[in-house]
């Protein structure tokens, strides 16, 4: 009874962070589409873009083509290129310190969610007055930033959808989760060309961060018709396209589907939630650098074991989107849930995902699930079923290689 009356009281406070108006970026797609970026910084009346984005990314000659772009259009700009995995306040400072000694005037991601997360911040930081590290928790901002423009080149973290960022405080080795529906870019350009050349291994880790978001959005208790259309719409095309991309990354149409689901689920999340694995995925990346979406991959199973239970029906809605039921057949659902299950690990298996967290440090489950805790509860994430610290333990403990 405590904690079906602690899943309502989430529910509700949930409800009440979704009430805010969404800002939702105008959307380009298509191979190509990133020629598109010099109208839109006339749409936004930006006439010198900071492009924020990362070494290896200036190695793969991605930088390269966006430059050539803005010169083509006699564009002036600047680049930060020291953007690393899990930014921190003070990377996204050099930032800012490079945008303001440019004197720029828009901010232009090229990267994965790191590199879109700290665009983020660094885009909000220009027309703040506040030290960046002031920057976190729910609605920190008080005005909507420079223009914004974001270019994911992994298919994985919809950050270029969400009112999320993620960002790392050095000092206290804590991911920080910032929350403001100020925060989607003014445009996303989901360009398959620029994700053409993201290795097997990462093209797999971010792809189940994605799946991960649609499955947490669903699995949510909110159950808003919007992102429940994104969020079986994700897992569609990841379930139809995720194996394709792994195995021939040149692979455009994979690529441009995998966009798509990323964005979708994105969008899912941002207004339905994550839940407990990211909670403990944000643990396991703040102590372990394990990649974000790797950790993902890793946690989903064992917590899709428990809302087997907790929430069969939207499991078995999720097995038709996969194309595992016609969901329409009565009276299975649990059955349906569970091929699920087995599908999200089969999945996981063939495109390289371990099974088990060899990472993972048995003295530090305690300290891990409680601050997964606190950030699962105290966000609030409208979990589908409620776990003590103890039993969030055993789930985790479950992990060990
Ligand atoms: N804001 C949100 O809504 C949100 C959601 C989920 C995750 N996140 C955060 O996003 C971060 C993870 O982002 P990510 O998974 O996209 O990885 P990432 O941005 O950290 O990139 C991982 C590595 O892949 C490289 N890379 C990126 N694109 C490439 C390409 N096209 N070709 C070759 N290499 C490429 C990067 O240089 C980097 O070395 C984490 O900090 C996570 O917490 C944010
Ligand atoms: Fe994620």
């Not at 050095?170 to 989607?184: E, M, N, S």
């Not at 990841?238 to 964005?263: P, Q, T, W, Y």
């Not at 394990?290 to 950790?295: D, I, N, W």
Request: one cysteine or more; aromatic letters at 6%; hydrophobic letters at 50%.
């Amino acid at each position: 009874m405590k904690h079906a009356g602690k899943r309502i009281w989430f529910n509700i406070a949930a409800r009440a962070l979704t009430i805010l108006p969404q800002k939702v970026p105008t959307l380009l797609t298509g191979a190509g589409s990133l020629k598109l970026i010099p109208s839109e910084l006339e749409v936004l009346g930006a006439k010198k873009p900071l492009v924020v984005t990362d070494a290896v990314l200036v190695k793969t000659g991605v930088v390269a083509r966006v430059a050539e772009i803005l010169n083509g259009a006699g564009i002036p700009y600047a680049v930060f290129d020291q953007i690393l995995p899990d930014p921190t306040y003070e990377i996204c400072a050099q930032g800012l310190a490079a945008l303001r000694a440019g004197a720029c005037d828009a901010v232009i991601a090229v990267g994965g969610g790191s590199v879109i997360d700290a665009a983020k911040l660094i885009r909000m930081g220009a027309t703040h007055r506040k030290n960046l590290a002031k920057f976190v928790g729910l609605l920190p901002f008080r005005n909507g930033g420079l223009p914004f423009i974001c270019v994911p080149s992994t298919a994985g973290t919809g950050s270029e959808a969400t009112a999320a960022a993620v960002i790392t405080d050095a000092a206290r080795h804590r991911k920080q989760t910032i929350l403001d529906p100020r925060l989607p870019p003014n445009t996303a350009i989901l360009d398959p060309l620029i994700t053409t050349g993201l290795p097997p291994a990462m093209t797999a880790a971010t792809g189940m961060d994605a799946l991960t978001h649609a499955v947490e959005a669903y699995t949510n208790t909110l159950h808003y018709s919007d992102v429940d259309v994104q969020a079986i719409e994700a897992v569609r095309l990841i379930f139809s396209n995720l194996r394709a991309a792994c195995a021939d990354g040149s692979k455009v149409e994979a690529r441009e589907a995998m966009l798509r689901a990323s964005h979708l689920a994105g969008r899912a999340f941002t207004r339905g939630f994550v839940g407990y694995v990211h909670a403990v995925a944000h643990r396991f990346g703040e102590r372990y650098h394990v990649p974000h979406g790797l950790a993902n991959a890793i946690a989903l199973p064992y917590f899709l074991d428990l809302y087997r239970e907790a929430c069969p029906e939207r499991l078995a809605d999720l097995a038709a989107a996969a194309g595992l039921r016609d969901h329409t057949a009565a009276g299975d659902a649990a059955s349906a849930a569970q091929a699920f299950v087995d599908a999200v690990r089969s999945l996981a298996a063939d495109i390289g995902i371990p099974a088990k967290a060899a990472f993972l440090v048995a003295d530090d489950i305690p300290a891990i699930a409680v601050a997964a805790l606190k950030e699962a509860h105290g966000t609030p994430y409208p979990v589908p079923l409620v776990l003590d610290a103890s039993a969030l333990e055993t789930v985790i403990r479950s992990m060990l290689a």
